[in-house]
């Protein structure tokens, strides 16, 4: 995807919860799976060395973390998360749903890559459920984080219920009060019998007189009571985390404009694209599960009606903001690759004069890689020919074995 493209972010990723999650048989969403359990093995070691490389706040975050796990965990978010930031438009904000498990890593490898001072909110998701026996408080709640990628960034305010005070204001029709030392009065409807009667009396004490909207509501706060979905749901496809679409409707309200674009990376059971759809706004999702993709078609013809201009497509698409990249192998690529690996090859580590190195896609082209210098490294023949146009992770277990 091109650079700073996507207005909206809202990912609902793995937690890192120990489990593994498989809809139900027979039920919608029946054939989507994953597993949430996570070992080094899961993860593309390169990831951590570009990290090592570009990102030295982001990679003390990952080397924090408590057990081989959790940093495994870090490390396959981290690299999706840094795509994410380069997606991002400047005007344009993120939701992460997490839960307690990895809350406190995900706020602080969100801090190294979209900056502690875009940070907006923790947002608890409050709900409730079934009660459980077990020695700790009942956990009702999922915490959203919301960054932004820059101070100017797009926010509509939402408000719930009014308040008794508000009702009592919006009956009434003004409210009186002062400012700077005179005395005003404050008008919501002028057509209103007690405005109309006090009207005069006002202008005789000379009172400075503003009209201004009703009262909307009470501004939301950080802790949303929004009800998990029960099994009886209507909008329930069985998929084992889906998410209600009320909770999907607030953030795209409150951060996306209408001609804006959301994005869910992890979409899933498509909560995110049908609540956009439902809301007018154009969304791109993206999921490991082919399953998802019919889940977008079923649940967009259910709530909208009919079938919608739904583009579905399973090759990788191509960067279009590159410019012209020179090929891959050209000398001055070598010579940048070569300053900056001091010599050595990116896989033995060994150090070999420039002639006997030879230019690699550390992503193979046939799986999407690009001739872009960040995409390429320098090894020596021999590593090369084992890499082949497999992962550098293979290389590095065939070096290691």
Known sequence: MNSETIDLIYLDPPF?????????????AAGAEFKDTWTLDDIDITWLDLIEIDQPALNKVIHAAMTDSDKSYLIYMAVRLLEMHRVLKPTGSIYLHCDPTMSHYLKLVMDAIFGKNNFRNEIIWHYEKWTNAAKYFQRNHDIVLMYSASDNYVFNKQYGEMTD???QLVRTGY???SSGGRQIVRIYDRENQNVIRRMPHWISEGRNIYDVPKPQGKALADVWKIAILNGQAKERTGYPTQKPLALLDRVINASLSKKGVVLDPFCGCATTLVAADRLQRDWIGIDISPKAAELVVER????????QDIIHREDVPERTDLGDIPRYN????????YGKQEGYCNGCKEHFQSRLLEIDHIIATSVGGTDHISNLQLLCGHCNRVKGNRGQEYLLSKLNA
Do not use: D
């Open 300 to 307: 967009i013809k259910a709530h909208q009606g009919f079938f």
């Open 175 to 177: 409210n009186t009060g």
């Open 165 to 167: 005070r508000q009702r």
């Open 330 to 337: 050209v000398p001055e690529n070598k010579e940048q690759l």
């Open 16 to 28: 890192n919860s120990n489990a593994n999650y498989a809809a139900p048989i027979g039920s919608e």
